[in-house]
T-cell receptor, first 111, second 116 residues
Framework: DAKTTQPPSMDCAEGRAANLPCNHS???????VYWYRQIHSQGPQYIIHGLKNNETNEMASLIITEDRKSSTLILPHATLRDTAVYYCIVLFSANDYKLSFGAGTTVTVRA | GAGVSQSPRYKVAKRGQDVALRCDPISGHVSLFWYQQALGQGPEFLTY????????KSGLPSDRFFAERPEGSVSTLKIQRTQQEDSAVYLCASSDLGTGDPYEQYFGPGTRLTVT
Protein backbone atom coordinates (compact mmCIF):
# COMPACT_ATOMS: atom_id res chain seq x y z
CA ASP A 1 0.00 0.00 0.00
CA ALA A 2 1.15 3.52 -0.72
CA LYS A 3 2.21 5.47 2.33
CA THR A 4 0.84 8.89 3.17
CA THR A 5 2.41 11.93 4.80
CA GLN A 6 0.36 14.50 6.67
CA PRO A 7 1.32 17.45 8.87
CA PRO A 8 0.93 16.54 12.54
CA SER A 9 -1.28 19.49 13.39
CA MET A 10 -2.95 22.62 12.11
CA ASP A 11 -5.21 25.36 13.41
CA CYS A 12 -8.15 26.86 11.63
CA ALA A 13 -10.44 29.80 12.37
CA GLU A 14 -14.11 29.05 12.76
CA GLY A 15 -16.05 29.90 9.62
CA ARG A 16 -12.99 29.78 7.40
CA ALA A 17 -12.03 27.05 5.00
CA ALA A 18 -9.66 24.39 6.31
CA ASN A 19 -7.28 22.91 3.75
CA LEU A 20 -5.68 19.65 4.85
CA PRO A 21 -2.79 18.38 2.70
CA CYS A 22 -1.72 14.80 2.16
CA ASN A 23 1.22 13.47 0.19
CA HIS A 24 1.03 10.02 -1.37
CA SER A 25 3.84 10.07 -3.91
CA UNK A 26 4.00 6.28 -4.32
CA UNK A 27 0.30 5.86 -5.11
CA UNK A 28 -0.47 3.49 -7.96
CA UNK A 29 -3.10 3.84 -10.64
CA UNK A 30 -5.70 1.65 -8.94
CA UNK A 31 -5.39 3.09 -5.47
CA UNK A 32 -8.05 5.34 -4.00
CA VAL A 33 -7.54 8.20 -1.58
CA TYR A 34 -9.83 8.02 1.46
CA TRP A 35 -10.29 10.52 4.25
CA TYR A 36 -11.60 9.68 7.70
CA ARG A 37 -11.76 11.78 10.83
CA GLN A 38 -11.94 10.92 14.50
CA ILE A 39 -13.53 13.28 16.95
CA HIS A 40 -12.35 12.87 20.52
CA SER A 41 -13.77 9.76 22.24
CA GLN A 42 -15.58 8.62 19.11
CA GLY A 43 -14.86 6.06 16.43
CA PRO A 44 -13.46 7.18 13.07
CA GLN A 45 -15.96 8.60 10.58
CA TYR A 46 -15.75 8.32 6.82
CA ILE A 47 -15.60 11.69 5.04
CA ILE A 48 -14.92 11.22 1.35
CA HIS A 49 -12.89 9.26 -1.18
CA GLY A 50 -11.65 9.68 -4.74
CA LEU A 51 -9.58 8.09 -7.47
CA LYS A 52 -8.66 10.72 -10.04
CA ASN A 53 -11.37 13.34 -10.18
CA ASN A 54 -12.15 15.93 -7.57
CA GLU A 55 -15.04 14.95 -5.35
CA THR A 56 -17.51 16.88 -3.23
CA ASN A 57 -20.14 15.81 -0.74
CA GLU A 58 -22.05 17.43 2.07
CA MET A 59 -19.08 17.25 4.39
CA ALA A 60 -16.07 18.20 2.32
CA SER A 61 -14.30 18.47 -1.01
CA LEU A 62 -11.37 16.37 -2.13
CA ILE A 63 -8.89 17.81 -4.61
CA ILE A 64 -6.45 15.32 -6.15
CA THR A 65 -3.53 16.62 -8.19
CA GLU A 66 -3.23 15.53 -11.79
CA ASP A 67 -0.24 13.30 -11.06
CA ARG A 68 -2.19 11.93 -8.03
CA LYS A 69 0.83 12.30 -5.79
CA SER A 70 -0.95 14.56 -3.37
CA SER A 71 -4.42 15.61 -2.35
CA THR A 72 -6.16 18.23 -0.24
CA LEU A 73 -9.24 17.82 1.88
CA ILE A 74 -11.22 21.03 2.12
CA LEU A 75 -13.70 21.76 4.89
CA PRO A 76 -15.42 24.79 3.37
CA HIS A 77 -16.69 26.46 6.54
CA ALA A 78 -15.01 24.95 9.57
CA THR A 79 -16.97 24.80 12.80
CA LEU A 80 -15.86 23.96 16.32
CA ARG A 81 -17.38 20.50 15.81
CA ASP A 82 -14.83 19.85 13.05
CA THR A 83 -12.04 19.71 15.62
CA ALA A 84 -10.70 16.17 15.18
CA VAL A 85 -7.84 14.03 13.92
CA TYR A 86 -8.03 13.69 10.14
CA TYR A 87 -6.58 10.64 8.43
CA CYS A 88 -5.61 10.35 4.78
CA ILE A 89 -5.54 6.69 3.67
CA VAL A 90 -4.66 5.09 0.36
CA LEU A 91 -6.50 1.90 -0.55
CA PHE A 92 -6.44 -0.47 -3.48
CA SER A 93 -10.08 -1.32 -4.06
CA ALA A 94 -9.97 -5.05 -4.51
CA ASN A 95 -9.44 -7.04 -1.31
CA ASP A 96 -8.04 -4.01 0.45
CA TYR A 97 -10.03 -3.62 3.61
CA LYS A 98 -7.32 -2.83 6.13
CA LEU A 99 -7.46 0.85 6.90
CA SER A 100 -3.95 2.02 7.80
CA PHE A 101 -4.62 5.19 9.74
CA GLY A 102 -1.15 6.48 10.55
CA ALA A 103 -0.84 9.48 12.85
CA GLY A 104 -3.14 11.83 10.95
CA THR A 105 -3.44 15.61 11.29
CA THR A 106 -4.88 17.04 14.47
CA VAL A 107 -7.07 19.93 13.38
CA THR A 108 -8.13 22.47 15.98
CA VAL A 109 -10.84 24.91 14.98
CA ARG A 110 -10.68 28.07 17.07
CA ALA A 111 -13.49 30.53 17.68
CA GLY B 1 -31.04 3.66 11.52
CA ALA B 2 -28.91 2.43 14.37
CA GLY B 3 -25.20 2.57 13.96
CA VAL B 4 -22.54 0.17 15.20
CA SER B 5 -22.79 -0.36 18.92
CA GLN B 6 -20.18 -1.75 21.28
CA SER B 7 -20.37 -2.90 24.87
CA PRO B 8 -19.17 -2.29 27.41
CA ARG B 9 -17.95 1.22 26.69
CA TYR B 10 -15.41 0.98 29.47
CA LYS B 11 -13.80 -2.07 31.01
CA VAL B 12 -11.26 -2.30 33.80
CA ALA B 13 -9.59 -5.66 34.21
CA LYS B 14 -6.93 -6.87 36.54
CA ARG B 15 -3.87 -8.34 34.90
CA GLY B 16 -4.48 -11.98 34.14
CA GLN B 17 -8.26 -11.71 33.81
CA ASP B 18 -10.15 -12.66 30.66
CA VAL B 19 -12.36 -10.07 28.95
CA ALA B 20 -15.00 -10.21 26.23
CA LEU B 21 -15.91 -7.21 24.12
CA ARG B 22 -19.09 -7.17 22.09
CA CYS B 23 -19.87 -5.54 18.75
CA ASP B 24 -23.30 -5.17 17.18
CA PRO B 25 -22.78 -4.15 13.55
CA ILE B 26 -25.26 -2.31 11.38
CA SER B 27 -28.01 -4.76 10.45
CA GLY B 28 -27.29 -6.53 7.19
CA HIS B 29 -23.65 -5.55 6.99
CA VAL B 30 -21.61 -8.43 5.65
CA SER B 31 -18.16 -7.26 6.67
CA LEU B 32 -16.98 -6.68 10.22
CA PHE B 33 -13.62 -5.42 11.44
CA TRP B 34 -11.83 -5.03 14.74
CA TYR B 35 -9.16 -2.40 15.34
CA GLN B 36 -6.99 -1.58 18.33
CA GLN B 37 -6.12 2.02 19.16
CA ALA B 38 -3.39 2.74 21.68
CA LEU B 39 -3.37 6.11 23.38
CA GLY B 40 -2.28 8.88 21.04
CA GLN B 41 -2.04 6.63 17.99
CA GLY B 42 -4.23 5.78 15.02
CA PRO B 43 -6.30 2.60 14.99
CA GLU B 44 -4.55 -0.58 13.89
CA PHE B 45 -6.25 -3.48 12.15
CA LEU B 46 -6.79 -6.67 14.13
CA THR B 47 -9.13 -8.95 12.21
CA TYR B 48 -11.80 -9.14 9.50
CA UNK B 49 -14.97 -11.20 9.07
CA UNK B 50 -17.13 -11.69 6.03
CA UNK B 51 -20.39 -13.04 7.40
CA UNK B 52 -19.32 -15.73 9.90
CA UNK B 53 -16.00 -16.47 8.22
CA UNK B 54 -12.89 -14.94 9.72
CA UNK B 55 -10.92 -14.17 6.57
CA UNK B 56 -8.01 -12.31 8.10
CA LYS B 57 -6.64 -12.40 11.62
CA SER B 58 -3.17 -11.22 10.76
CA GLY B 59 -3.37 -8.21 13.07
CA LEU B 60 -4.13 -10.10 16.27
CA PRO B 61 -1.08 -9.41 18.47
CA SER B 62 -0.92 -12.76 20.21
CA ASP B 63 -2.74 -16.04 20.64
CA ARG B 64 -4.40 -14.53 23.70
CA PHE B 65 -6.64 -12.63 21.32
CA PHE B 66 -9.59 -14.44 19.78
CA ALA B 67 -12.54 -13.15 17.78
CA GLU B 68 -15.72 -14.82 16.63
CA ARG B 69 -18.89 -14.03 14.73
CA PRO B 70 -20.81 -17.31 14.85
CA GLU B 71 -24.04 -16.22 13.16
CA GLY B 72 -22.65 -13.57 10.90
CA SER B 73 -23.96 -10.63 12.89
CA VAL B 74 -22.79 -9.94 16.45
CA SER B 75 -19.07 -10.36 17.07
CA THR B 76 -17.07 -10.86 20.24
CA LEU B 77 -13.40 -10.08 20.75
CA LYS B 78 -11.97 -12.06 23.63
CA ILE B 79 -8.68 -11.39 25.33
CA GLN B 80 -7.34 -14.05 27.65
CA ARG B 81 -4.94 -13.42 30.52
CA THR B 82 -4.91 -9.68 29.94
CA GLN B 83 -1.64 -7.80 30.17
CA GLN B 84 -1.01 -4.10 30.72
CA GLU B 85 0.01 -3.66 27.11
CA ASP B 86 -3.51 -4.69 26.10
CA SER B 87 -4.83 -1.40 27.48
CA ALA B 88 -6.31 0.41 24.48
CA VAL B 89 -9.54 1.35 22.79
CA TYR B 90 -10.98 -1.52 20.77
CA LEU B 91 -12.98 -0.35 17.79
CA CYS B 92 -15.43 -2.35 15.74
CA ALA B 93 -16.50 -1.38 12.24
CA SER B 94 -18.90 -2.83 9.71
CA SER B 95 -19.48 -2.40 6.01
CA ASP B 96 -22.24 -3.39 3.62
CA LEU B 97 -20.06 -4.45 0.73
CA GLY B 98 -17.60 -7.22 0.27
CA THR B 99 -14.34 -6.95 -1.56
CA GLY B 100 -13.97 -5.65 -5.08
CA ASP B 101 -15.11 -2.07 -4.70
CA PRO B 102 -14.11 0.80 -2.49
CA TYR B 103 -16.35 1.09 0.49
CA GLU B 104 -16.64 2.94 3.73
CA GLN B 105 -16.43 1.38 7.13
CA TYR B 106 -18.83 2.49 9.85
CA PHE B 107 -17.22 2.56 13.27
CA GLY B 108 -18.66 2.07 16.70
CA PRO B 109 -17.67 4.27 19.66
CA GLY B 110 -15.15 1.72 20.92
CA THR B 111 -14.51 -0.06 24.20
CA ARG B 112 -11.81 1.45 26.36
CA LEU B 113 -9.97 -1.37 28.13
CA THR B 114 -7.73 -0.57 31.05
CA VAL B 115 -5.65 -3.38 32.51
CA THR B 116 -4.39 -2.68 36.02
Amino acid sequence: DAKTTQPPSMDCAEGRAANLPCNHSTISGNEYVYWYRQIHSQGPQYIIHGLKNNETNEMASLIITEDRKSSTLILPHATLRDTAVYYCIVLFSANDYKLSFGAGTTVTVRA
Amino acid sequence: GAGVSQSPRYKVAKRGQDVALRCDPISGHVSLFWYQQALGQGPEFLTYFQNEAQLDKSGLPSDRFFAERPEGSVSTLKIQRTQQEDSAVYLCASSDLGTGDPYEQYFGPGTRLTVT
